[in-house]
Every structure is written in structure tokens, then in C-alpha cells.
């Protein structure tokens, strides 16, 4: 569990139980942990390694154990034994699931182009009896940027989102399903404003990076698995920022958005923490 404090303060908000986490969280806990150590060091990570580390975020060890064959079976990770002992190394499909995952990060707070003024508009219609690539789709849409105004439709002001919706329309098989256009909007209905306030609701994301915000600030982990701890914590709040914010262009956000210096902070701290938590994993990792 989290044991880093606040300055002046109460401790922080545990991290939930396993009982309360879904798999997919604990694989991106698994992710968090691969990125953040294992791919830096270049070194493998024992099996042990990884649990010590998921245990103190509040995972057990059989929750912690599905999670790392899961990612073995993604192939995200590949095996390797040493006598009973067995270590875990990152495959290239690891490598890159990580480095998209980077990419999306720190453009959250990077400069972004000036809108073009050109909306990309999808209008898919999946039949009730395809729930499963419907959800497929919607989560895909969703974490390429796209916004759904009304039913069946997707839209996102960003050019480099449609690679990716490209890639999900395809291999879901629903091209035939599926009507795509780009340009400005006519000036008919919907101002662009409108779109966007239908499309993503900007105050709960606003609300949801106080909250994270507040979590953090003001924690000073100082060594050890308080650093560790604190520092997977962290760096897995901050890969979930992609999934909620859909990275809109300047002219489409209110001012002062938080969206921007929430992440850029979250860099603050990261950097701020790093090489104490570097430092006991490797301890970690070695004694095992």
C-alpha cells in the first residue's frame, strides 16, 4: 500500500483492493510497471519482482499472477527460466503497446497545431446482435479522440485520429457499415461549440484531473517501497488521462484548461520521484 505522506497533511487514498480492481486495471498497473522499469533497465524482471510491486498497489498475488499470464498470452511479455526461478522480458509488441501509450502521454501537454477547422465525421451503425464489436468500437473511438454527439456518430477535430479509426473500422469488418467525411461545419444546427459540449462532457474530465491532481499533491515519498509504491501510482494515474481526454485543439477548449497543466504537472512529479523508486527497484529486482 501507499505509504508516502502529505506535508502538513493526511496520508493519501489507498489503492483499491483486488476484489475491487477489474483485470484490465491490474494489466495496466503490469503495463505501468514493464514501462517504468522493466524497458529502461533493458534488464528482464523476476516473477517475484512483479508481485512485490503489484502487492504494494494493493493487488494480491493471484490477481497479480492473472495479470502476467494475461500479458503473456497479448504477448506483451515472454518468459525465460532460470533453474525454478522465472523472469519476464518485454517482446517488440510489448515494446510498442508502451511507447504508443508514451506518445499519447506527453502530448497531453505539448503544443498542439492550430485547428484546421475540419471536423472527421464517422456515421457507423452496428446492429444489436453485434454488442461485441460494437463495444470494441466505441472503446477504440473513444481512445483515438473520437467523440459520440448523437447516436452512431463519431467525430473528432484531429487529423491523427482517423489512422487509428481507420485500423478499428477495418479489423472489426464494418466498412460496409461505416459513412466517412471530413470538412467544416455549414453553420446549419450544431455550432462547433455545440458539437464539442455534446460530444465530451469537459467538466467531468476537468473534475476527474482535480481529483487525481489532489491525490498527489503534496505526497513526499522518500525511499524505498515508499518511493516504488508512490512512483506506480502515479505514472499509472497519468497513462489513464489519454483514455478521458480526447487531446481537443486550443480553439475547442475553455480557457486556462486544466487538461493541459494537470498532465504537465504529473511530469513534474514523476521526474521529481524517479530516481529514488529507479533505485529500490533495482535493489528489488537483483535480491530476488
Known sequence: MLQARRAGGPPPLPTPQSDRVSVGSVRSLLLTILGEFVMPSGQAAWTSSLLHALS?????????????????????????????QVRWRLTPAGHRTIEEGAR???????????????????????PNSHRDARR??????????????????WVSPNAAAVPAATRTVDELD?????????????????SDRDIVQQAWDLQDIADKYRRSLDRFTGLTPTSGDDALFT???????????????????E???????????????????????????????????SSA
Not at 138 to 149: H, K, T, V
Open 174 to 190: 464494418l466498412n460496409s457499415s461505416c459513412l466517412s467525411f471530413s470538412g467544416p461545419g455549414l453553420g446549419i444546427g450544431l
Open 136 to 153: 470494441k468500437l466505441y472503446r477504440a473511438l473513444s481512445w483515438a479522440g473520437f467523440g459520440n454527439p448523437s447516436a452512431g456518430t
Open 231 to 249: 512512483q506506480i501510482a502515479l505514472v499509472n494515474e497519468w497513462q489513464r488521462f489519454p483514455y478521458m481526454d480526447p487531446m481537443l485543439p
Open 251 to 285: 480553439a475547442l477548449l475553455p480557457s486556462r484548461w486544466i487538461g493541459r497543466s494537470a498532465p504537465a504537472r504529473f511530469q513534474e512529479l514523476r521526474v521529481e520521484w524517479h530516481e529514488s523508486a529507479q533505485q529500490r527497484w533495482a535493489e528489488v529486482n
Open 56 to 84: 504494494g498497489v494493493g493487488i494480491t498475488g493471484n490477481a497479480a499472477r492473472q495479470a502476467i499470464a494475461r500479458s503473456a498470452s497479448a504477448g506483451w511479455i515472454e518468459s525465460e527460466k532460470d533453474g525454478r
Open 104 to 126: 499519447r502521454i506527453f502530448a497531453l501537454s505539448s503544443p498542439r497545431e492550430p485547428w484546421d477547422g475540419q471536423w472527421r465525421v464517422l456515421v457507423i451503425t452496428v
